[in-house]
């Protein structure tokens, strides 16, 4: 799916909110099946790079619950990973 290739480019250059709504879009396709892991875990990674963490992993966990081999499960693992590390620093100030 060529949108796709688009979409990672959109994402790679920092225009995820454009992404996003892409994403958005081509998941309430009724038409698009075969690609929604993928499409949730882009649109995972738009929210990761956007800042957005909770949408990230929700994003992230669509895409395993569709998928259990997307790379949506290792980005998930990676997102809770600097998520705890994150939160043990606070407690440290």
């Given at each position: 799916?060529?949108?796709?290739d688009n979409l990672k480019e959109l994402i790679n250059q920092g225009d995820v909110d454009t992404a996003i709504k892409q994403l958005d879009q081509?998941?309430?396709?009724t038409s698009v099946k075969e690609e929604k892991d993928t499409?949730?875990?882009l649109r995972g990674n738009a929210y990761r790079k956007k800042g957005d963490w909770k949408q990230?992993?929700?994003n992230y966990?669509?895409?395993?619950?569709?998928n259990p081999d997307s790379p949506a499960a290792q980005a998930r693992k990676?997102?809770?990973d600097i998520l705890n590390f994150y939160n043990k620093?606070?407690?440290?100030q």
């Open positions: 799916m060529e949108q796709i081509l998941l309430r396709d499409l949730y875990y990230a992993l929700d966990q669509y895409a395993i619950e569709i990676m997102a809770i620093d606070m407690f440290n």
